[in-house]
Nanobody
Framework: VQLQASGGGLVQPGDSLRLSCDAS????????LGWFRQAPGKEREFVGA????????YYADSVRGRFTMSRDIAKKTAYLEMNSLKPEDTAVYYC???????????????????WGQGTLVTVSS
């Protein structure tokens, strides 16, 4: 299965944006899907993850209350709704599949796979 994030763009502080993550090439069998981001000059960091069947989710402290994840199982698509965007949210955003058997609640990149190309979100006035 390949994952591809899309929907990035240039927005102003306080704006909203919705990213999509499409799974293609087969049945999505992962227990969930995670979102990560990498800001210029920084390491990639965890944003949040959602259980594919349960819909349960958890978030990084930096985005909790502003970002919301969802998924459409039939469309094999996950979404990251980002509200009240800040300049520090500027980053390339990636989605990846939560590896079966890895703990729920993990934020480690190594517990996710099938990384696709990211989508750039720029928050600037």
């Amino acid at each position: 299965v390949q994952l591809q994030a899309s929907g990035g763009g240039l927005v102003q502080p306080g704006d909203s944006l919705r990213l999509s993550c499409d799974a293609s090439g087969g049945t999505f069998r992962s227990i969930g899907l995670g979102w990560f981001r990498q800001a210029p000059g920084k390491e990639r960091e965890f944003v949040g993850a959602i259980g594919w069947m349960s819909g349960l989710s958890y978030y990084a402290d930096s985005v909790r209350g502003r970002f919301t994840m969802s998924r459409d199982i039939a469309k094999k698509t996950a979404y990251l709704e980002m509200n009240s965007l800040k300049p520090e949210d500027t980053a390339v955003y990636y989605c990846a599949a939560h590896i079966m058997g890895r703990p729920w609640g993990t934020t480690r990149e190594t517990d996710f796979r099938s990384w696709g190309q990211g989508t750039l979100v720029t928050v600037s006035s």
